[in-house]
Nanobody, 127 residues
Framework: QVQLVESGGGLVQAGGSLRLSCTASGVTFNNYAMAWFRQAPGLEREFVAAIAWRGVNTYYADSVKGRFTISRDNALDTVYLQMDDLKPEDTAVYYC????????????????????WGQGTQVTVSS
């Protein structure tokens, strides 16, 4: 059974930083591309960042490019999202997702393309 467990959310002031972590179990982690989505109240889930299985290829939404960094440690079955220079509009529930992709074939940017989801972690940025 695949499980994704996020941690690291919280309340931070604008301009601050947070690091989200997501640890996977029940999968051969380095066969999976990983990504982060987020959902703000009243809005649809949106793509934030993705990383291919080796960690070399990464992709970001324009709204977070230059502020967020996605990385992974395959030895620890964990993916990270370092969030710097946070803004109030970054407030959302952040979800870790996984997609079976043992070789890089392109980016998947919509929620329905991912089979496995974590429970989400709340990030709140105050102004």
């Amino acid at each position: 059974q695949v499980q994704l467990v996020e941690s690291g959310g919280g309340l931070v002031q604008a301009g601050g930083s947070l690091r989200l972590s997501c640890t996977a179990s029940g999968v051969t982690f380095n066969n999976y591309a990983m990504a982060w989505f987020r959902q703000a109240p009243g809005l649809e889930r949106e793509f934030v960042a993705a990383i291919a299985w080796r960690g070399v290829n990464t992709y970001y939404a324009d709204s977070v490019k230059g502020r967020f960094t996605i990385s992974r440690d395959n030895a620890l079955d964990t993916v990270y999202l370092q969030m710097d220079d946070l803004k109030p509009e970054d407030t959302a529930v952040y979800y870790c997702v996984a997609d079976w992709a043992p070789r890089f074939t392109g980016w998947k940017l919509t929620p329905r393309e991912y089979d496995y989801w974590g429970q989400g972690t709340q990030v709140t940025v105050s102004s």
